[in-house]
């Protein structure tokens, strides 16, 4: 009886067991079907963490203090004998320094005056025209080119001086002559005329077509304050000549004239790119102490100018500065 009783208490026990298992197997298998939308019980739910800008806004807001440290030796400087190539870099330095103040302070404007006679250049304007503008187009600004041209049927002159990119006036003169000498000096007056009349202020040069520059010479150009002059070299390509015209210099002081005509030049003879002259003695004579231009209103601008320039040889500059003898400009006639 007795192993039939404990036999019997181990059936009962297997049974309760198996029970059991097959209870939380159930109970396991249902669970895993029911919503997880809120969080088990036995879990405990922490806030989330703060993004990456409130943590921006707590740091910038909580101000933390630093931790104390021990203080640091400071350096005590100990001078330095400069070097050669220092002094150098600082005289450099002075100079860059300079020419930004000249930069800041404002140029003078150059006037180009450019008369255009077909007569004496049959064909060719457009080339020389062309050569002359790619000259001015590497002079620093301000400048205008001012081109004088007598009445044509062709509008090449306008269409190439437009495409340049240089500022411009171009004027056209309606009269017709016979002798190119004289129409060339009522273009030049005409020039003079619109300069007086719209009271533009710089340094007037006549440029002819066939005049080829050193790039220094504009520099110097606005350097001029009432009266310029220079030499030039005349190159003739057909007689293999070099003739001089200008003044002969000391320095920047005129101390005579270089003139390849038979009349001196209190006949004003002097070739009309061999000078510049500051604008407002034309409308504002006074200022230089000539007589005011209702006194002139006979005589022509071109001769105006010319005898002031014989009359007050004082008043002259010749340029460049260190030797006014220096030829900066080369005229190669047409013929």
Known sequence: MGSFDRSKKKVLLWKKAIFHFSLCFVMGFFTGFAPTSKAPILFRQYPPSPTSQQAHQLSSNTSISPTPQSPRPVPIPVPVPSTSKEADGAKLITKMEKGDEEEMSPRALIIIVTTIISKNSPG????????????????DPPLLWMIVEGQSDSNQVSDIVSKTGIMYRYLVCKQNFSNPETELTHHRNLALSHIEHHRLSGIVHFASLSNTYDLHFFHHLRDIEVFGTWAMALVSAKKQKVKIEGPVCESSQVIGWHLN?????????????????????????????????????????????????????GKLKGIPPSDCSKIMLWHFPFS
Do not use: C, M
Not at 126 to 139: A, M
């Open 261 to 313: 005509n038979k009349t001196g030049p209190d006949n004003y003879n002097i070739h009309i790119s061999t000078f510049a002259f500051n604008s407002s003695i034309l409308w504002d004579p006074e200022r230089w102490g000539r007589p005011s231009s209702a006194q002139r209103t006979n005589q022509n601008s071109i001769k105006y100018v010319k005898e002031i320039i014989v009359e007050d040889e």
């Open 124 to 139: 060719y304007e457009g080339v020389f025209l062309r050569r002359l503008s790619n000259t001015l187009r590497l002079v």
